[in-house]
């Protein structure tokens, strides 16, 4: 079944679940934990926590938990064995497989991967001596690309022939077709899919290359993008141009550029805002978005957001809501695309950035800007183009404060606006306009887009003496095991989660006993397991006593009236009521907490 568990172990052991989980999430240390804004559900709060040595992750928001390889498999969506295959890779570790079926959907992957690669490298050199690539060097030169440029983003050229990169490659027909790079034509010779195109290799987030967006000369016949078709390793919905590159720069400034070129994202990183990502061939989605917010808080879109009119209003103002997201828009002068501005005025394109403008400013500026403000009655026309516009937004807070800016600049009565229902925009007719170099232009059906996921549930917290001494057995077990045992938990769930950690050696361990037993007793140690604690051993482990004393004595009472000889029961109730009362004195309680252990645990008490 998948891989050997030593070599599994092997993988984890090896690998820094604070680097690991650290590429998705700006981790902050709090004493031993590590903690930041959870990846997996929306919050300002900063509720996922990570036990480093445990390596070990819980979110307090949504309950989201696991080990490393959870980790890695929920953020890049992949199978378990292909998480643990992708630590291996980075930990230098080579996997023995258990079964030959999962090892061959991995080697097929990898085969995809090392096509698409062959491919890239192929398409570069091209790129770099043909002959028959001058044109196309020609044309990135004017796009402001260097060669230092080509050479690091491995800029390619598909000659305007059949089957040349077929051919070329040492790749099985089946594998070529799969990994979009051919087709098998009419007659069933391979060809080859890209044709007379500049290629930018496209690379997943963590770096490999899975597919090309390809241009195509100007001048020349045919859609002027087309990108790679999906496949076992590309997803246009989820993939994101130079997310590979600038996934560090996003995190450290807390902010993602979207726009929708390649040229346009290394326009961005030559002018010093490295940052930028470009959809491929399609337009932003709800996944998109998603990824994006697991690395920042805030969204500059770099692109004619208001081309696509209300529909996208909806959408941007949905995932603001759901995903706790900032998005804004940059404020590029007319006309011009992030890569012109980039090559013309590097510092303009900066300052677009930092001068972004939130979405309901840059649609009602866009409104008003182009209105005339002569007379009242065309006054009066912008203040209701106006409205209609800021009404879309589902805040009513927000909604008044654009009010006021709309009567002022229309001169009109505040009040008057407030009373009043303004049409909706008009949605544009028949397919939304956008840029021209666009080749999929349809946004994601209504609805579909913005659906929320719901939330998984946390469990409710139980926060009892049972919880901290388990907490303790991860945290600091030496100081607490010696004296703990079975009897003195009263929760079942804390019990089994008890019983875990004393029968294994590691909480990753206990984790997966407990999980083949109870699952609130895996869910409850997953939780404490990144919850450190200063408690001081001794009083939780008095508070647990006393707990267990008292329990035991009302099950002594209820005995004394059932059974025939109360004075046998009686006398253990006197005794045990009056060690419960020295417990809690300062000057007996040493003793009490002794004995009470070895009676409550059935062991000697010189032992405890
Ligand atoms: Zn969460």
Same mark, same amino acid.
């Given at each position: 079944m998948g891989i050997e568990d030593d070599d599994i172990a092997s993988v984890r052991a090896a690998t820094d679940v604070v680097g690991v989980i650290g590429e998705h999430v700006a981790l902050k240390r709090v004493g031993r934990r590590w903690v930041g804004l959870c990846p997996f559900h929306s919050e300002n709060s900063g509720s996922f926590s990570v036990n480093a040595e445990e390596k070990l992750y819980y979110c307090f928001?949504?309950?989201a938990r696991g080990d490393v390889i959870t980790f890695v498999r929920e953020i890049e969506h992949l199978d378990f064995v292909g998480a643990v295959e992708k630590l291996a890779a980075k930990a230098g570790i080579t996997l023995r497989y258990t079964d030959e079926g999962q090892g061959e959907g991995r080697k097929r992957r990898a085969r995809l991967l090392d096509a698409v690669g062959q491919a890239v490298d192929w398409y570069h050199e091209r790129l770099l001596?043909?002959?028959?690539?001058a044109p196309a060097r020609g044309y990135l030169r004017s796009r402001g690309l260097t060669g230092d440029d080509v050479r690091a983003y491995k800029v390619g050229w598909a000659p305007d022939a059949w089957d040349e990169l077929a051919r070329a490659l040492k790749v099985p027909t089946e594998v070529l077709v799969e990994a979009g790079l051919g087709f098998l034509n009419s007659r069933g010779r391979p060809t080859d899919a890209f044709r007379g195109r500049v290629l930018f290799p496209i690379y997943d987030v963590s770096g490999d290359p899975v597919g090309f967006g390809g241009r195509i000369m100007p001048?020349?016949?045919?859609?002027k993008y087309k990108n790679s078709v999906d496949s076992a390793v590309y997803n246009k919905s989820r993939l994101l141009y130079g997310l590979n590159w600038s996934k560090a720069d996003i995190v450290r400034a807390d902010e993602s550029i979207v726009c929708e070129g390649y040229t346009d994202v290394i326009g961005f990183a030559k002018a010093g805002v490295p940052r930028a990502v470009a959809t491929c061939?399609?337009?932003?989605?709800e996944e998109h978005v998603k990824l994006l917010r697991s690395f920042a808080r805030r969204m500059v879109l770099?692109?004619?957001?208001?081309?696509?009119g209300q529909n996208a209003a909806e959408r941007v103002y949905a995932w603001e809501r759901q995903y706790d997201l900032d998005i804004a828009v940059a404020a590029l002068p007319?006309?011009?695309d992030p890569a012109e501005l980039a090559q013309s005025d590097p510092g303009a394109l900066a300052a677009a950035v930092s001068g972004a403008k939130p979405f309901l400013k840059f649609r009602l500026d866009r409104v008003l800007d182009a209105a005339?403000? =002569? /007379?009242p009655e065309q006054r009066a026309r912008a203040a209701e183009a106006a409205m209609a516009v800021v009404q879309e937004h589902p805040s009513d807070l927000v909604r008044d404060q654009y009010l006021m800016e709309v009567a002022a600049r229309c001169r009109v009565d505040p009040d008057q606006l407030r009373n009043r229902r303004f049409e909706p925009a008009k949605k544009p007719e028949g397919r939304p306009s956008r840029?021209?170099?666009?080749?999929?232009s349809e946004p994601p059906p209504r609805g579909s887009a913005v659906r929320p996921d719901a939330p998984r549930r946390a469990a409710?917290?139980? =926060? /009892?003496a049972e919880t901290e001494a388990l907490r303790l057995m991860v945290w600091r077990r030496d100081e607490i095991a010696p004296w703990?045992?079975?009897?003195?938990?009263?929760?079942a769930v804390s019990a089994a989660a008890y019983r875990a950690l004393i029968s294994t050696a590691s909480v990753a361990d206990a984790i997966s006993a407990a999980g083949a037993e109870d699952r609130e007793a895996e869910d409850l140690l997953q939780r404490v397991a990144v919850e450190e604690t200063d408690a001081e051993p001794r009083a939780v482990l008095e508070r647990l006593v006393d707990g267990a004393a008292n329990r035991a004595l009302s099950t002594l009472k209820t005995q004394a009236r059932v059974v025939d000889d109360p004075f046998e029961v009686g006398a253990s109730i006197a005794w045990l009521s009056l060690r419960i009362m020295e417990l809690r004195e300062p000057d007996t309680n040493e003793v009490a907490l002794e004995q009470l252990l070895g009676w409550l645990t059935g062991r000697p008490e010189e032992e405890a």
């Open positions: 928001g949504c309950g001596s043909a002959p028959d690539a001048g020349h016949d045919g859609a061939g399609t337009s932003l989605t770099a692109f004619d957001a208001d081309a696509a007319g006309g011009v005339h403000l =002569d /007379t840029p021209a170099h666009r080749d999929e409710l917290p139980r =926060d /009892t703990l045992d079975e009897s003195l938990f009263a929760d």
